[in-house]
Every structure is written in C-alpha cells, then in structure tokens.
C-alpha cells in the first residue's frame, strides 16, 4: 500500500526526498514484488460463499448455512 501511495506522489511531481525515507528505502520498495489480492470474495453476511456449508440446528430442525 505504501508502495501505491508514492507512486501516486511520484506521478504527480513530488519529491519523494521529502517524504521522510532514505533513496535506497525508496529503491527497496520500488524493487519488491508486488502479490496479488488472495482474500476470498465475502458474501453480505461476511463469509465467503466457499467457507459455508449446510448445518441443520439440532433443537428445532431449522436449516442454514453456517
């Protein structure tokens, strides 16, 4: 995320001496690799749609995912 936001300022002309780092930790974040989004895609409720399965309450029969 860092990473995005001074690219974002190196975009738009800023100088990035300014914002506190040193050039060679500028370069080190520049230079890493960058991972792609993992996190599974929620459902309204919060869990993703491949984390639930169908439970039946033992009380009174009732049906849901969980």
Do not use: W, Y
Not at 8 to 36: C, H, K, V
Not at 41 to 58: I, N, R, W
Request: glycine content about 4%.
């Amino acid at each position: 995320m860092l990473r995005l936001e001074l690219q974002r300022l190196q975009e738009l002309d800023f100088d990035l001496n300014l914002s506190g780092f040193r050039p060679a930790e500028i370069d080190i974040l520049f230079t890493l690799p960058s991972f792609p989004d993992t996190e599974p895609e929620l459902t309204a409720e919060g869990m993703s749609a491949q984390d639930t399965k169908p439970v039946q309450c033992p009380a009174c029969g009732e049906r849901f995912h969980a």
